[in-house]
């Protein structure tokens, strides 16, 4: 790969990604298969005068063995030390940056209800720290073609081939070629304006249909408001939480979600690729999961099992089906990708942010708005060709938003 690319590449990241400040500590988390590029990005944190930098290193292989031969005890334990290195990151506010290229099979053979146990003992313990750094500190997540990632989208290639055409793919939908920051600048600008449209209708309630057997109803509260693109920390700091990114995106009530809706991308999830599923929605709750592989099946119901919010409504987002992600015509099989080629819902935690002035109301006044709360966060894609939105706003009005998968507004 072009060695100029990938410094503009990882220049971008630190730079649009992270926005990492003069003065700011700066935690990596990556793969040791991706050393090479990780060292790219350390240097260029270093360029932007971070004062420190730490790499928390990771392999797929070696977590992997950890769930085969450690006890669910030993897993769940989290020992003082750990807990001290959360408090530390809450307390310092680091800009956090994840080069994502791990085997979206990486975990596949790893028995499900272990995985299950270990995130409900940790999950609520570890949601207590990120609580104290929500919308305080900096944070982007990338992608870095792995080799059994690459083989995994490119089956029919070469290893070498498959990671040129992983590479190509990112780098495009990143928008890495030509003049990156100023690609980014005139990006983020245009989901910016398409926010504010959807921010002027206030939408009530977003009616979802397509063939493929959705029919699907979600509820806004008035004070919700659409993000996309850029996001503020609560000092002011500007940054990419999402590369690529190409959504409008807001949280629900919680209680509205009905009807059912389906997935048309394979999704990664607890270390297995699952697809051809749906689920249908009772009052805001998933109250059935459809799914054609009674396996698949039974790993969605084990994650919308780890708590309350798991099986509720965090996140609705609006993305065109003639995104450039869906336009590279490459499947990822990762959800920073593929939740980019068209529209997809989330189940689990909300966006405190896509709240309005949400900065200046207690945590009581947001309690009241009912945004879900879980320790999970897990986005499935539902756009499709023919998919139609139509919005129904505080006012009155019913506004188709979205026609034959793409915006009609």
Known sequence: MNKTLLKNYAKLVVRKGANVQKGQVVVINSSVEIAYFTELVVKECYKAKAKMVRVEWSDSEISKMAYQYQSVATLSDIPDWYKAKLQYA????????HLVSDDPDAMSGVDQEKMTKVRMATGPVIMKYREQMDNKYQWTIVGIPGEKWAKKVFPNE?????????WDAILHTTRVYGDPEKNWDEHNKDIREKCNKLNDLVIKELHYESA????????????????????????????????PTEECFTSPNKHTANGVVYS?????????????????????????????????KAVLEKLISLDEGARMLGEVALVPFNSPVNETGVLFFNTLYDE??????????AFNECIRDFQNKSEEEIEKIDLNKSMIHVDFMIGSADLKITAKTYSGETVVIFNNGTWAI
């Open 212 to 243: 493929n057997g959705t029919n699907f109803t979600v509820g806004l509260d008035q004070t919700a408001m659409f993000a996309g693109g850029t996001e503020t920390t609560l000092g002011g700091v500007v940054y990419n939480p999402n590369m």
């Open 90 to 97: 809450a307390d310092v506010l680091p800009a956090m940056i």
């Open 158 to 166: 070469t290893k070498s081939n498959a990671m040129k055409k992983l």
């Open 264 to 296: 048309t991308k394979p999704l990664s999830v607890m270390g297995k690729v699952v697809e051809n599923f749906a689920f249908r929605f009772e009052n805001g709750k998933i109250v059935e999961v459809l799914a054609k592989n009674p396996e698949h």
């Open 340 to 349: 980019n080629a068209c529209c997809h819902l989330a189940i689990g935690r």
